[in-house]
């Protein structure tokens, strides 16, 4: 459980700066997107953490 939750954490974490480096960057859909995707893994992260739901692939 832990190295899944580790390596959900770690592409959150990808994610967030990507979409920074893309926001310096003015590339405003793409820093969406990747910001999307770093909530989008955390959430599930939390949900999968606090045993809510954990049908996850």
């Known amino acids: 459980m832990k190295e899944r939750v580790a390596r959900w954490l ?3 974490d990808d994610s967030l ?4 480096l893309l926001l310096n960057k003015a ?7 990747r910001a999307y ?3 989008f ?7 999968f953490v606090e045993s809510v ?5």
């Open 27 to 33: 590339h405003i859909a793409g820093a969406v997107n």
């Open 37 to 39: 995707y770093a909530m």
């Open 10 to 12: 770690a592409k959150a």
């Open 17 to 20: 700066e990507s979409a920074q």
């Open 53 to 57: 739901f954990t049908n996850f692939g």
């Open 41 to 47: 893994d955390a959430f599930r992260t939390l949900l």
